[in-house]
């Protein structure tokens, strides 16, 4: 078992990472955690510690200064650095010291925790542990050319890496899934297969190894599912690529998702390719990508059912790569539009009423009354309701009863939370009042729903 300590000042963050990462199936644990360099050290005397995993930037004593003084006083405690920005510079200053591996804050998703324990545990057994350079090996020669191949999948007998080796070039493992053969160029490039992406990486001449080898796992990380094919390119486009690639904060990911949940777009062609384009440019990782597809796939489905029942929209079983997305989305635009042309309503009625139920959705748990809901809109309130009945074929009242019973069923089904509680998210401050509106509606009392259907 290896024995681990977090060096975080983020106290939210150190405890992210005690908690989420799977550091028992890795045969780790975590025995201490502190919040700067100076606590590490005085820990590191009375306690039995392995690896230091440590953040780069914290006040006081720096991540690097923590392991020169860890180098020294404990020279058999193994040290490894998280970065929030991985600059070249403190990335390689770690790794030629004897850093055994850097996690970058940006590469922390839940699709990435087995293969960051898997790396850093590897790295500990000697087994991928990266040793500083010498001089000469550091940098590439003239004429020399990488090849890089990035596995999606699992490997295959007859994959394009061993058909590198079978031609007697040398490979090295700089990543999970990520291996490199440098080489003279070759005529063409080696064929990929559908689990397999190679890269040609040229004009290499006096350019560091540490700091390609960066790039493409930089590369691997956060840019192979937009651009998911065999490709050549030079050095300076990688670097200029990966370079492209920035942080997205919350509030980002936030506006882009409610700009695909505000349903303009459904109505509008060029909204609908503002807003794809933007979803394309934020490059969010493959993890946070699927969390907000998820997130729209549960509202966009009330919407649909209500308004659209021809169009079903359902995420598909495997999303291979940015064209997967890319064609989920507009085959959903399509859809609406072939139906929006067999309704003989108009766009501003069908936006109306899709704006009065995602405003139903988003704020159940609060009072709502058809003539504030129809102002909201644009409508007058007759208007609003002869239109909603028509295009719903309920009236706003009995669709707003309607959705409440259905999430206050999710609630009883799926969680422990008092019957009171789930009357007043779902609307209804008069417990009574919702027992009896419960009871007409699905003929049995919301205990009775909980213990025929809690799961």
């Not at 996690?103 to 324990?117: F, G, R, T």
Request: charged share 20%; proline share 4%; with cysteine.
């Amino acid at each position: 078992m290896i024995r681990i300590m977090i060096v975080e000042d983020d106290k939210l963050a150190r405890q992210g990472l005690m908690k989420v990462l799977p550091w028992a199936k890795h045969d780790m644990i975590v025995v201490a955690d502190v919040a700067d360099g100076y606590t590490a050290l005085r820990t590191l005397a009375d306690t039995a510690i392995d690896l230091v995993l440590s953040d780069y930037s914290m006040p006081g004593m720096t991540g690097i200064d923590l392991f020169n003084q860890v180098r020294v006083k404990y020279p058999h405690v193994r040290f490894a650095l998280i970065t929030m920005y991985e600059t070249f510079d403190i990335v390689q200053q770690a790794l030629r010291l004897g850093a055994l591996d850097y996690i970058s804050k940006v590469q922390l998703d839940a699709d990435n925790y087995d293969n960051i324990l898997s790396n850093l545990r590897q790295a500990y057994e000697g087994k991928r542990a990266v040793q500083p350079a010498s001089q000469d090996s550091d940098l590439f020669a003239f004429g020399d050319c990488c090849y890089a191949f990035f596995n999606s999948g699992q490997i295959e007998p007859m994959d394009p890496a061993n058909v590198m080796r079978q031609s007697g070039y040398a490979m090295q493992e700089i990543g999970h899934g990520i291996y490199v053969c440098i080489t003279p160029k070759l005529p063409t490039l080696p064929q990929s297969k559908e689990t397999w992406v190679v890269m040609c990486i040229t004009e290499l001449q006096n350019q560091k190894k540490l700091t390609l080898f960066h790039l493409l796992r930089r590369y691997y990380r956060n840019n192979l599912f937009y651009n998911f094919r065999s490709l050549e390119m030079t050095y300076f486009a990688l670097e200029t690529e990966v370079a492209g690639i920035l942080p997205v904060t919350q509030a980002a990911i936030k506006r882009i998702e409610e700009q695909w949940l505000s349903f303009l777009w459904l109505y509008e062609a060029p909204l609908f390719e503002t807003i794809l384009g933007d979803l394309l440019h934020a490059r969010l990782s493959f993890s946070r990508l699927l969390s907000m597809l998820v997130r729209l796939e549960d509202a966009w489905q009330r919407i649909f059912c209500a308004i659209f029942p021809s169009v079903n929209f359902a995420l598909p079983q495997t999303i291979g790569s940015w064209n997967d997305v890319e064609r989920l989305l507009r085959d959903l635009y399509m859809a609406v539009q072939d139906s929006t042309l067999n309704n003989a309503a108009s766009k501003d009625i069908l936006h109306g009423v899709t704006e009065a139920i995602r405003i139903i959705h988003s704020e159940l748990q609060r009072p709502l009354h058809v003539a504030d809901v129809a102002a909201r809109v644009n409508f007058s309130r007759s208007y609003f309701s002869t239109s909603f009945k028509r295009i719903t074929g309920l009236s706003f009242n009995a669709f707003l009863r309607k959705e409440r019973v259905e999430r206050a069923k999710k609630y009883l089904a799926s969680t422990d939370v008092p019957v009171q509680i789930v009357a007043e998210e779902t609307g209804y401050p008069d417990e009574k009042y919702f027992f009896r509106v419960f009871k007409n509606e699905t003929g049995i009392q919301p205990g009775q729903y909980r213990r025929k259907y809690r799961h």
